[in-house]
């Protein structure tokens, strides 16, 4: 499962789940408004409120590891800080 850790996101491929909004069974994200894991498609039915909670979630990192490599997260765009397309 995906987490953080301090600043550090750490990616990892999810098992398919049922999705909490929908019921279909997908890859999910913890990207609802209420925390709730979402399907990709439930996700862009609101896009503007799932990337806020996303980058909400994100806010504080610096470096995302991937297939055990590492990135560092130079910046992160405005839209994602405050939810807001500019």
């Given at each position: 499962?995906?987490?953080i850790?301090?600043?550090?996101?750490?990616?990892?491929?999810?098992?398919?789940?049922k999705?909490?909004?929908?019921?279909k069974?997908?890859?999910?994200?913890p990207?609802?408004?209420?925390?709730?894991?979402?399907?990709?498609?439930?996700?862009?039915?609101?896009?503007?409120?799932?990337?806020?909670v996303f980058?909400?979630?994100?806010?504080?990192?610096?470096?995302?590891?991937?297939?055990?490599?590492?990135?560092?997260?130079?910046?992160?765009?405005?839209?994602?800080q405050?939810?807001?397309?500019e």
């Amino acid at each position: 499962m995906s987490r953080i850790q301090g600043n550090t996101f750490i990616a990892e491929p999810q098992p398919a789940e049922k999705c909490e909004l929908c019921g279909k069974i997908s890859e999910l994200r913890p990207y609802g408004e209420h925390g709730e894991n979402i399907c990709f498609q439930c996700g862009m039915e609101n896009e503007e409120a799932t990337k806020f909670v996303f980058g909400n979630l994100i806010k504080d990192v610096k470096t995302v590891v991937r297939n055990d490599r590492e990135i560092t997260v130079l910046v992160l765009p405005n839209v994602l800080q405050e939810g807001k397309n500019e």
